[in-house]
């Protein structure tokens, strides 16, 4: 789960970390009071939990309260890569004198976690570690053992950050790292960490990322998640336990697997098709389940086939069988569908979707034997063939 | 011989009372596979499956004498349960349970590394030597013995892969899940590495997917160490950049761990690819022929 | 640092581990208006740093808020083995249906923490374990790994304690090495759990002690340490730097290193005589603090001998010289003293000490050549012969 | 021979610019110890001592080869300076700081087994491989080579014991104090064993106290794997129960760990326990005369 910057922050305070005075708003009025309350100066930053929102024009400059709103007018219902903003982050204007980052993530490589501070800052980690390899540095992290002091001073000397910083980013390495910890968090961020002309350090920007999996552990935390930032359609998803990422091809995508889902994705790509979903109904999967995926598929208008391929391990293919019924028996399907059925209970599944498909008269349904040929069958009715 | 595990292991599953460890444990054991006992905190002293249920997995060690467990418990629970297998002395221990929060997953890695243990997954489909031990959730029916060693990050692509090799009379000695999630026990190298060393398995299929630097890992192990031959599937090419694709694993990391990226690696050190898992299957013939 | 009853239970309440209602009274009148509050069946429990206190009529129980107020009367200014009762805890009473005992310390073989589970409580830890062995469990916690459930469960099922107990005293496990952890405590331990009548699990007591050596990462804690509880003597030695212990006999120690002062005890115990203290001036140490320990030895008016035994490693012995040499200006020292110096420049201090003994004919202090001779010595004067 | 470290020692010192550091360092140089430089933070760069002055342990192991170090800086630094040592490849760490927080100890304990070095301390006085190499702050003109080895948890005793020996012309081989703390590096039993495999040493002095059990631990280790003698003395027979005497580790726990329990351990396994500092010297001069 990924927190909003002015939530972050909310939590980077609450453990000691500087950050920019600053309140969130959700109307232009609010924002003008608030900018008034900060002295007229202020940033307007669009909470919105994609990348790059500054570049996209998300993040402005007022020099008073009555610019602040007339911005935030313009800003209030603008779509950042299909993301609307609804709230603002009305914060004082920071005279910078230079950008730093430091962050920490899950090393996967390393089975800990990555501390990396750079003396630049302001770019992506990739960008910096390209342009400045001088400024950047990075060290393991043992979870058994957690930060020490000297890995701090080592990524600190190595990053050629001046000395002068040192003491005042180790206080803020270091709560970071509790932060990390004690939220059971994926990364922690802070790019910028900016210096200002007065000489204070103080996060710019605030990324907290939560383990998911763990978020059932820091209830608090889940309290945060904000739905309106989840695409509707993922949404009803995610609350019937289905892995569905949406895409811009018009060939519907059922599978059980991340795995078989990719390839069956690829697959499609490779007949020249291009898929509309990523959807994954998981391992074991009943027949309600099957039933909701086809449901959540037709939500989007733009598909022209479903393509459904399974390969049951703890899936049964008979209950798969009896999902694709169940909708057809519930719902209208206007597309076709491209089924295919292997592995446990292969055969009951095959035989149930046989006689349905011969009691019924469904012509819809299109029987095969393979994924590659189910793929090439889904990509000739997309195309109309 | 095989890899992991073979016929003198002696299991036992870690919830086995549950809907899912006991409906995966009559498998195994219709399998052939030694169950030996079941493990469910509080329901010591009964029986399931004809086997005897312990309160603790010490317990179960010393009543059966078990060197192997697989763990069905639930999420929240699952990185307890790993971490008493290893206290308990388990040899291999295969956590098939998905969504175990990673904080979990650090701290039994390390543990399971220092006490020297095989774990297989977590968020895996288990391992089959075929005709010898199952522990996990693969569909038994698709495998066949036979010389090719299957590791894979997928468990529906294992089976699909093992499914299209079987069908063209290619047989499995070891087919080994490692697991979808980003902190898994057993990499591909650790795998690649067993089969290598086992005189069963005569070339190795990888199955891997986007996130991560594991292929790519693999990639330099093979071009190193491996004298066997290896064939490739990678999943993931129309992944989108980062968006989660259901596995925690399948995200793509800033340029890093794309499905082309893998690809490279592999072909570089002279790993044919397969662009369909059908395609895997067919190289794998030609492979084993010439 | 060992905290009292009163301050470990605000501590576990803090962590959700249920107490009993009750608060701290300073006077009778204070206890009378706690007991009035608690309903009148209440438990005065002194608030003095040692075990035991029970036996010793430490702890009384009153059925009135008038009764109360008369034991609380008698109770204050008890001396509980050498502690002077100044505070009573005053707690509702409890109907008792069992005692069982919880507890974490530090074990120093197994270089972890030792989590200590018995079905039978209300005893100390030894007594429980040769009484009833097949009711009183333990498990290594690996502080690199934490406290896992399976070991929790692993204890439970050992001590034999009823299943029906597990779930809620897993409940107090969890917290209570949360509070040991969280406080870098050396112990902590309830004893006894009580069941009460009605079903509750409850912290009849509660023990928390904290590493002194990380109490400086822990200013809140610190804060608490209860120096009207330190001997007077040993609290200016702790002031100053210096690990003294008062005992009961008439030959003043000093020395430097504990190993060396309690041989040097040991020696004088050989010897036939009584050392009247422990005092180990550290290493390196200087010529004021060689003073100070003079000073602080001097205090206890049953000395009759001193015996200074240093063997210099860091410790310099004409530092040392000089430090008895400045005692002898600065203060009178009506005993004699006898002094034995090897080591780090020895000679150097020999002479030092030589050269003060001619020139301001001082026939009190004897210098010596081993510690053997040094402690015959010192015995030999305090029996006045 | 010796043990733990000889005339191949090259031995770097944190915390060499503050008053204790730079003190011992200047001893340990002038008796021929190699200390080839020395780490304190933000002073990298600088010489003392002729040596230079690194920023970090790292640096320092990379720019002068160093295989040892001598750690002088305060109890609330002095656990992350072990572990920086550790980490930068140190095999062996004398840790002479007194008064780490107890769950730093713990810690730094687990990653020094973990990554298989040598720590020697905390709180102890280091060190003195005669004539060899002298990693710490023992006095070093009390000893003189010989055949001896001292193992001590207490420092002043160490030299007390080692300069009666000198002083009946008895020379020592390797002395070892191994630390007054609960949790530290190096047991009884781990020295026990090293002086059991060093060729110059023909007995062992053990110095134990109050408190804990390792002195019976090395009582159990000496009756089966060692065939050299060894001559022991326990300080703390009048220390009062329950009371602390200064080390941590001088605590009395419940009944265990009493100076009699030790002494009663090591008579049991025919070790001679010398009543005073002056008896055990006489002792070891029988024993190796018979």
């Given at each position: 789960?990924?927190?909003h910057?002015?939530q972050a922050k909310?939590v980077?305070?609450q453990?000691?970390?500087?950050?920019?005075?600053?309140?969130l708003?959700l109307?232009?009025?609010?924002v003008?009071?608030?900018?008034?309350k900060?002295?007229?100066?202020?940033?307007?930053k669009s909470?919105?939990?994609?990348?790059?929102?500054?570049?996209?024009?998300?993040i402005?400059?007022?020099?008073s309260?009555?610019?602040?709103?007339?911005?935030?007018?313009?800003?209030?219902?603008?779509?950042?890569?299909?993301?609307?903003?609804?709230k603002l982050y009305?914060?004082?204007?920071?005279?910078?004198?230079?950008?730093?980052?430091v962050?920490f993530?899950?090393d996967?490589a390393s089975?800990?976690?990555?501390?990396?501070?750079?003396?630049v800052g302001?770019?992506?980690?990739?960008?910096?570690?390209?342009k400045?390899?001088?400024?950047?540095?990075r060290?393991t992290?043992?979870?058994t053992?957690?930060?020490w002091?000297?890995?701090?001073?080592?990524?600190?000397y190595?990053s050629?950050?001046p000395?002068?910083?040192?003491k005042?980013?180790?206080?803020i390495?270091?709560?970071?790292?509790?932060?990390?910890?004690?939220?059971?968090?994926?990364?922690?961020?802070?790019?910028?960490?900016?210096?200002?002309?007065?000489?204070?350090?103080?996060?710019?920007?605030?990324?907290l990322?939560?383990d998911?999996n763990?978020?059932?552990?820091?209830?608090?935390?889940?309290?945060l998640?904000?739905y309106?930032?989840?695409?509707?359609?993922?949404?009803?998803?995610?609350?019937?336990?289905?892995?569905?990422?949406?895409?811009?091809?018009?060939?519907?995508?059922?599978a059980?697997?991340?795995?078989?889902?990719m390839?069956?994705m690829?697959l499609?790509y490779?007949e020249?098709?291009?898929?509309?979903n990523?959807?994954?109904?998981?391992?074991g999967?009943?027949?309600?389940?099957v039933?909701?995926?086809?449901?959540i598929?037709?939500?989007?208008?733009?598909?022209?086939?479903?393509?459904?391929?399974?390969?049951?391990?703890?899936?049964?293919?008979?209950?798969?069988?009896?999902?694709l019924?169940?909708?057809f028996?519930?719902?209208?399907?206007?597309?076709?569908?491209?089924?295919?059925?292997?592995g446990?209970n292969?055969?009951?599944?095959?035989?149930l979707i046989?006689?349905?498909?011969?009691e019924?008269?469904?012509g819809?349904?299109?029987?095969?034997?393979?994924?590659e040929?189910?793929?090439?069958?889904?990509?000739?009715l997309?195309k109309?063939? | 011989?095989?890899?992991i595990i073979d016929?003198?292991?002696?299991?036992?599953v870690?919830?086995?009372?549950?809907?899912?460890?006991?409906?995966?444990?009559?498998?195994?054991?219709?399998?052939?596979?030694?169950?030996?006992?079941?493990?469910?905190?509080?329901k010591g002293?009964?029986e399931?499956?004809?086997?005897?249920v312990?309160?603790?997995v010490?317990?179960?060690?010393?009543?059966?004498g078990?060197?192997?467990?697989v763990?069905?418990?639930?999420?929240?629970?699952?990185?307890?349960?790993i971490?008493?297998?290893?206290?308990?002395g388990v040899?291999?221990?295969?956590?098939?349970t998905?969504?175990?929060?990673?904080?979990?997953e650090?701290?039994?890695?390390?543990?399971?590394?220092?006490?020297?243990?095989?774990?297989?997954?977590?968020?895996?489909?288990?391992?089959?030597?075929?005709?010898?031990?199952?522990?996990?959730?693969?569909?038994?029916?698709?495998?066949?013995?036979?010389?090719?060693?299957?590791?894979?990050?997928?468990?529906?692509?294992t089976?699909?892969?093992?499914y299209?090799?079987?069908?063209l009379g290619?047989?499995?000695?070891?087919?080994v899940?490692?697991?979808g999630d980003?902190?898994?026990?057993?990499?591909f190298?650790?795998?690649?590495?067993?089969?290598?060393?086992?005189?069963?398995?005569?070339?190795?299929?990888?199955?891997?997917?986007?996130?991560?630097?594991?292929?790519?890992e693999?990639a330099?192990?093979?071009?190193?160490?491996?004298s066997?031959p290896?064939?490739g599937?990678?999943?993931g090419?129309?992944?989108?950049?980062?968006?989660?694709m259901?596995?925690?694993?399948?995200?793509?990391?800033?340029?890093?761990?794309?499905?082309?990226s893998k690809?490279?690696?592999?072909?570089?050190v002279?790993?044919?690819?397969?662009r369909?898992?059908m395609?895997?299957a067919?190289?794998v013939?030609?492979k084993?022929?010439?």
């Open positions: 789960m990924r927190m910057e002015y909310q980077f305070r453990h000691g970390i500087p950050t920019a005075r600053g309140e708003a109307n232009p009025e609010q003008r009071k608030i900018a008034e900060l002295g007229g100066k202020v940033v307007l909470q919105v939990l994609v990348g790059g929102r500054g570049k996209a024009g998300g402005k400059l007022a020099n309260a009555d610019e602040a709103y007339e911005l935030a007018k313009q800003m209030f219902g603008m779509v950042i890569k299909g993301h609307r903003v609804e009305v914060e004082e204007q920071l005279e910078i004198d230079r950008e730093m980052y962050g993530t899950i996967r089975k800990g976690f990555a501390l990396i501070v750079s003396s302001g770019m992506d980690i990739e960008e910096i570690a390209e400045h390899p001088d400024r950047i540095a060290v992290v043992d979870p053992y957690g930060l002091d000297y890995q701090i001073r080592e990524v600190l190595k050629n950050m000395r002068e910083y040192h005042e980013v180790t206080r390495i270091k709560p970071l790292y509790g932060i990390l910890v004690h939220n059971e968090a994926e990364l922690t961020e802070i790019n910028p960490l900016v210096v200002t002309r007065d000489g204070r350090i103080i996060a710019a920007d605030a990324r990322n939560i998911d763990a978020l059932y552990r820091h209830p608090e935390l889940k309290e998640k904000d309106t930032e989840v695409d509707q359609t993922e949404r009803i998803a995610e609350e019937k336990g289905l892995n569905f990422v949406k895409l811009d091809g018009n060939i519907g995508v059922i059980n697997g991340a795995g078989m889902s390839a069956t690829d499609i490779l020249g098709g291009k898929p509309a990523f959807l994954d109904v998981g391992g999967a009943s027949s309600e389940v039933k909701e995926a086809v449901g598929i037709l939500m989007d208008e733009s598909v022209k086939v479903i393509f459904m391929n399974i390969f049951g391990g703890i899936t049964r293919c008979d209950e798969v069988a009896k999902g019924i169940t909708a028996s519930e719902m209208e399907i206007p597309v076709p569908v491209v089924l295919r059925l292997a446990t292969e055969e009951e599944g095959r035989k046989g006689e349905f498909i011969k019924k008269g469904i819809s349904i299109h029987l095969v034997e393979t994924m040929e189910g793929a090439k069958k889904a990509v000739e997309a109309g063939v | 011989m095989a890899i016929e003198n292991t002696r299991a036992i870690q919830g086995i009372t549950g809907s899912q460890g006991r409906f995966h444990a009559e498998r195994m054991i219709a399998y052939g596979t030694k169950i030996v006992g079941g493990v469910t905190p509080g002293g009964s399931v499956l004809g086997v005897p312990f309160d603790t010490k317990e179960a060690v010393e009543g059966t078990a060197n192997a467990s763990i069905f418990v639930p999420a929240a629970f699952a990185g307890d349960a971490m008493e297998a290893v206290d308990a040899e291999v221990i295969v956590a098939i998905e969504g175990i929060p990673v904080y979990d650090l701290k039994v890695y390390k543990k399971v590394k220092a006490e020297g243990r095989i774990l297989i997954g977590p968020n895996c489909p288990g391992v089959m030597s075929v005709e010898k031990s199952h522990l996990g959730i693969m569909p038994p029916q698709i495998f066949s013995e036979g010389n090719v060693g299957i590791v894979s990050r997928s468990g529906t692509l089976y699909q892969v093992a299209n090799l079987t069908k290619i047989g499995q000695s070891t087919v899940g490692i697991g980003r902190i898994i026990g057993t990499s190298v650790e795998v690649l590495e067993m089969f290598e060393k086992d005189d069963q398995t005569e070339l190795v299929v990888l199955i891997g997917e986007i996130g991560g630097t594991d292929e790519e693999a330099k192990f093979i071009e190193k160490k491996m066997k290896v064939v599937y990678i999943a090419i129309t992944a989108p950049p980062g968006k989660r259901g596995h925690a694993g399948a995200i793509i990391e800033g340029g890093k761990g794309t499905a082309e690809i490279k690696a592999l072909n570089e002279g790993v044919e690819v397969g369909t898992p395609e895997v067919e190289i013939k030609r084993l022929k010439g």
